[in-house]
């Protein structure tokens, strides 16, 4: 018996997590990481051969993201995702919130400008059109606020609670657009606040964290939502097969659940990030006037000190 096109056998045994992390999954997926793994290596031997240095931690969060979309789409777990709301759930969460935060730490964009060579004088090579994409109106309205926080709200409300779910989970290329559009949507959300690369949009660090914690609330409700509901919502899971053991209204209640326990994860480990940012940034700037002083003689304190002896002798 298959299901919604995919080819797929739906008499799967009960799941356990074991059989959830067996090899398996979309050819797709297990491309495009591999393939994210590759170039990101190439990139950083690039720079070891000419000297320069790639700090690790930024190679460790581009490869451990990689990992955790291979986690869910590489494995069993995408074929129990087709049938089981719950295990989709899981899915959804990581990779919409928690793979866009560790690629975004790995700063992709700022490796591949200093990975490809420029491309000279009058002339447009990968470098520039990079570039100039990253200086486009088109990234400054996709990394807006007013853009990325309505996507975010939408990509749960507006998919879930209409039939376009349904729809896109009735074949193979459905199913792979839908997952690309999560992770592409956690991607231009996180951006903005916690991402280390150059975009147009990076306010101070009080409004990234106003940003993050605008949208981080709806996640919640819509777990709650679909926990406190009296019967199923949505089409695809509404019969589960009964192989799996499991019943329609609780599976749900389980994605519920997780789509409301997994709202807090990403909040702690962006606001975490946030916060070495901002300390690490307060300490260039502070090293930065430092030297400046030591420049110039501490030009700017010495005229701090005469504006206030004259505030002094203008009061006597």
């Known amino acids: 018996m298959d299901h919604g096109g995919h080819g797929m056998n739906m008499d799967l045994p009960p799941f356990t997590l074991g059989r959830?992390?067996?090899?398996?999954?979309?050819?797709?997926f297990l491309v495009g990481c591999l393939v994210a793994l590759l170039l990101y290596g190439w990139a950083v031997v690039r720079l070891r051969r000419r000297g320069d240095e790639w700090p690790v931690g930024r190679t460790v969060a581009w490869v451990v993201g990689v990992l955790t979309i291979a986690l869910v789409m590489c494995t069993k777990l995408n074929d129990y995702g087709m049938v089981l709301f719950s295990v989709h759930m899981v899915q959804h969460m990581v990779i919409s919130m928690l793979s866009p935060?560790?690629?975004?730490?790995?700063a992709p964009v700022t490796l591949t400008l200093r990975a490809l060579?420029?491309?000279?004088?009058?002339?447009k090579g990968p470098r520039e059109l990079l570039v100039a994409l990253l200086h486009s109106r088109y990234m400054r309205v996709i990394t807006h606020p007013a853009f990325t926080i309505p996507m975010f709200i939408a990509s749960l409300y507006a998919l879930y609670f209409t039939p376009l779910f349904d729809f896109l989970m009735e074949s193979r290329t459905g199913h792979i657009a839908m997952m690309v559009h999560f992770l592409a949507v956690?991607?231009?959300?996180?951006?903005?606040?916690?991402?280390?690369?150059?975009?147009?949009?990076?306010?101070?660090?009080?409004?990234?964290?106003?940003?993050?914690?605008?949208?981080?609330?709806?996640?919640?409700?819509?777990?709650i939502a679909l926990m406190m509901a009296s019967e199923p919502m949505i089409g695809t899971y509404m019969h589960p097969p009964a192989s799996l053991g499991v019943e329609a209204l609780g599976d749900q209640a389980a994605a519920g659940g997780i789509a409301w326990a997994f709202s807090e994860i990403p909040s702690v480990v962006v606001l975490i990030a946030l916060v070495f940012q901002w300390y690490k940034s307060e300490e260039r700037q502070s090293q930065r006037k430092d030297r400046a002083a030591d420049r110039d003689g501490d030009k700017e304190l010495a005229a701090y000190n005469?504006?206030?002896?004259?505030?002094n002798a203008r009061g006597q």
């Open 306 to 311: 005469a504006y206030l002896a004259s505030l």
């Open 101 to 106: 935060i560790l690629l975004l730490l790995g």
């Open 186 to 223: 956690g991607l231009v959300f996180f951006w903005p606040i916690m991402g280390v690369d150059p975009g147009p949009h990076r306010p101070g660090y009080v409004m990234r964290m106003l940003e993050l914690f605008a949208g981080m609330p709806f996640h919640a409700f819509f777990g």
């Open 20 to 28: 959830g992390l067996e090899f398996g999954g979309d050819p797709f």
């Open 117 to 123: 060579p420029a491309a000279g004088r009058g002339r």
